[in-house]
């Protein structure tokens, strides 16, 4: 069964806290995103990459950072939490012919104190 | 600039069909999606249709397509209370960079009463 998994479910982190959220894929797929889920907002792209070393802002990438050392997985890098970045954060992936995320991870509702 | 609206709810009887109504604004857009959230999950990609297409049937699901008005819709038919969850659309646009990326609604919660 194909899989995209976040490391955690839930996370509380203070403001001015560095955190990373990770996200590890296991079909080989070139594509990873990292999406941001707001009530009334819909999914918003933050960061895409297409290869692993390769990465392409999205709608929203500021305060966000990313790193692909290696394929199958994708890291979220909060360089200094703020209040509003409390969100679930959904990481996904495709193959290289396909834009459209075809499998999510179940998300990380992350929130900033 | 690029948007793409949904109503926000929608509450049906099990056994009935639904409707899920979608507006975009890009003309050129390739591709138009429907997606799945369960409570407590990530997304799951129903159905896509191509912008050359009328429409598109899987199963239960009919997805119809309004080019001239902009206009997608989800039809599920005999909705089932395992069909209660929120339905994303969205549009493929090209990104300034020329890669493809997806546009995405707001989402409508779909209440499936027994």
């Known amino acids: 069964d194909v899989k995209v998994t976040q490391s955690s479910r839930y996370l509380v982190k203070r403001t001015g806290e560095k955190v990373f959220l990770e996200c590890v894929q296991d079909m080989d797929h070139e594509n990873m995103f990292w999406y941001r889920q707001d009530p009334g907002l819909g999914l918003r792209l933050i960061y895409f990459?297409?290869?692993?070393?390769?990465?392409e802002k999205g709608d929203i990438p500021e305060g966000y950072s990313v790193s692909r050392e290696k394929k199958e997985r994708f890291s979220l890098i909060l360089e200094s939490a703020s209040t509003n970045q409390t969100s679930m954060y959904l990481c996904?992936?495709?193959?290289?012919?396909?834009?459209?995320?075809?499998?999510f991870g179940d998300g990380t509702r992350l929130s900033i104190l | 600039g690029e948007d793409v609206e949904q109503s926000l709810f929608l509450s049906v009887r099990e056994g009935d069909s639904s409707v899920i109504n979608c507006t975009y604004t890009?003309?050129?857009?390739?591709?138009l999606y429907w997606y799945k959230q369960e409570p407590g999950a990530g997304l799951q990609l129903l159905t896509y249709i191509f912008s050359n297409m009328d429409m598109k049937q899987d199963q239960r699901l009919t997805v119809l397509l309004n080019k001239k008005d902009k206009h997608l819709s989800l039809r599920i038919a005999d909705t089932q209370t395992g069909d209660s969850a929120i339905y994303f659309c969205a549009e493929s646009i090209r990104s300034s960079s020329n890669t493809g990326k997806l546009i995405f609604g707001q989402g409508t919660t779909l209440q499936v009463k027994p």
């Open positions: 996904a992936s495709s193959r290289p012919d396909r834009i459209a995320p075809q499998h």
């Open positions: 990459s297409y290869d692993v070393k390769m990465k």
């Open positions: 890009d003309s050129s857009s390739t591709y």
